[in-house]
């Protein structure tokens, strides 16, 4: 069972984004890592789910399969991946192509290398509208202009004539986020894109992110390691592991009343003006190695709370609360948050 069924939908409209069963591996001659292992979660209409987890958990490769952007000959893709009504798997490259921008667009997390630096933002701007909307140059160029006050660029004129690294980190993400949003798309994904910037940019970002995403109401898929990021902008969070979702519900329920031992962790190793003067929990041990899939829960060499089982058995999804689900064997019954 995944954790998409076991988490009853209470909402009345059609999921922008459904996945279920999702498996990705990067296959060479030398071995086989298999990065995401059985990924399922939807996404409804102008909601906002924030994909969060460690490095190596495998967020952003469950992004790049949503945009089919993972190598051809290296990356095998099974489960299901729909975007409104697109199949994203059985879709050829020239369907990908037009979808690509036009229905999902993607934000990545360091602009300069996204952005082409041989080309000045107003020209990469215009050529995503271009490729997607018929209308000619002029108009093309007004949009460009249009979107680029919208994301708050001071001297949005200047600023389309400009070169990448003629902007400053926070500008350059603002123009990456304007070109995401030049035709837009229903759905934004946005793989940790305030990682790079400092924290006063970061907030900024976040704060028009959110509003960009209200004012056209598109599906927004933020992934982070930075739960203070999640709790800032999240409706929804999916805690990732070893490339599976361990835990999911509303933003309120996972941060405030975690019940998986790897969000507890997690939540228990972020600094906070509480935590003045008190030694920080970190998670014990290292993520586990993708290219051998252990028996039983990946997370137990790291938790606290293992038993025996927990190395034998592999954890299905079990309900802890309204739309609120966790893989973890010791849920509902034996695993007592107040033993925290």
Not at 154 to 182: D, F, K, N, V
Not at 296 to 322: K, L, M
Request: aromatic share 4%; glycine share 6%; hydrophobic share 45%.
């Amino acid at each position: 069972m995944s954790l998409a069924q076991a988490i009853p939908d209470v909402a009345t409209k059609a999921p922008l984004v459904q996945v279920r069963d999702l498996h990705v591996s990067f296959v060479s001659r030398e071995e086989t890592v298999r990065a995401v292992n059985g990924v399922s979660f939807d996404l409804m209409p102008g909601e906002v789910l924030c994909i969060i987890g460690e490095s190596g958990s495998g967020k952003s490769v469950t992004m790049r399969a949503l945009m089919r952007l993972l190598p051809r000959k290296r990356a095998v893709i099974t489960g299901e991946l729909r975007v409104g009504a697109h199949d994203m798997i059985a879709l050829d490259e020239r369907r990908l192509s037009e979808i690509r921008g036009s229905v999902v667009s993607m934000v990545f997390q360091e602009p300069m290398t996204a952005l082409d630096p041989v080309y000045t933002v107003g020209r990469q701007i215009t050529e995503t509208i271009l490729r997607h909307q018929r209308c000619g140059r002029r108009t093309a160029w007004a949009r460009a202009l249009e979107i680029l006050q919208l994301v708050r660029i001071p001297s949005p004129e200047r600023r389309l004539h400009a070169y990448p690294h003629e902007l400053s980190g926070g500008l350059r993400q603002r123009a990456l986020i304007a070109m995401a949003l030049s035709c837009r798309p229903s759905l934004l994904l946005a793989d940790e894109p305030t990682t790079a910037l400092d924290a006063t940019v970061q907030i900024q970002v976040l704060i028009l992110l959110r509003k960009l995403q209200k004012e056209f109401g598109m599906g927004l898929i933020f992934v982070t390691h930075d739960l203070g990021v999640a709790a800032q902008i999240a409706d929804r969070v999916a805690v990732m592991y070893a490339g599976q979702i361990v835990e999911e519900g509303s933003a309120r329920d996972v941060l405030m009343q975690p019940r998986h031992p790897y969000t507890i962790g997690m939540l228990s190793s972020t600094v906070t003006a509480e935590a003045r003067g008190r030694d920080i929990e970190a998670i014990a041990g290292s993520p586990p190695d993708m290219r051998v899939l252990m028996q039983g829960c990946s997370f137990a060499p790291r938790c606290r709370f293992s038993v025996a089982a927990c190395s034998t058995t592999t954890p299905e999804p079990v309900a802890v609360g309204d739309r609120h689900s966790a893989r973890c064997i010791r849920l509902p019954e034996t695993f007592d948050p107040a033993a925290r």
